[in-house]
């Protein structure tokens, strides 16, 4: 996990944004606007989150937690 403990919340949104990205991306035309709005509310969710206001929250953490929810997400 590359030395970062990410809370589990955070985790699961990163997680659910690729699932939810990889639904977009496969969804039939004009049948993507719900997956949208979920992409910005994880977006949201992600970002805002206050792990990033910690010491730990350095860009290298928010790579390290991309990986990580992609290897989760895209077994």
Same mark, same amino acid.
């Given at each position: 996990?590359? +030395?970062? #403990? ?5 985790? *699961?949104? !990163? #997680? ?5 990205? &990889? !639904?977009? /991306?496969?969804?039939?035309? +004009?049948?993507?606007?719900?997956? &949208? &709005? ?8 992600? #970002?805002?989150?206050?792990?990033? !206001? #910690?010491? /730990? +929250?350095?860009? /290298? ?5 991309? *990986?990580?929810?992609? *290897?989760?997400?895209?077994?």
């Amino acid at each position: 996990m590359n +030395g970062h #403990t990410f809370p589990t919340d955070l985790l *699961e949104a !990163q #997680t659910a944004w690729y699932v939810t990205y &990889r !639904q977009l /991306a496969t969804a039939a035309p +004009g049948a993507g606007a719900a997956h &949208r &709005r979920r992409l910005l509310r994880l977006s949201r969710l992600i #970002t805002s989150h206050p792990y990033w !206001q #910690t010491s /730990a +929250g350095t860009p /290298a953490a928010r790579m390290a937690l991309k *990986e990580l929810a992609r *290897e989760s997400a895209c077994p």
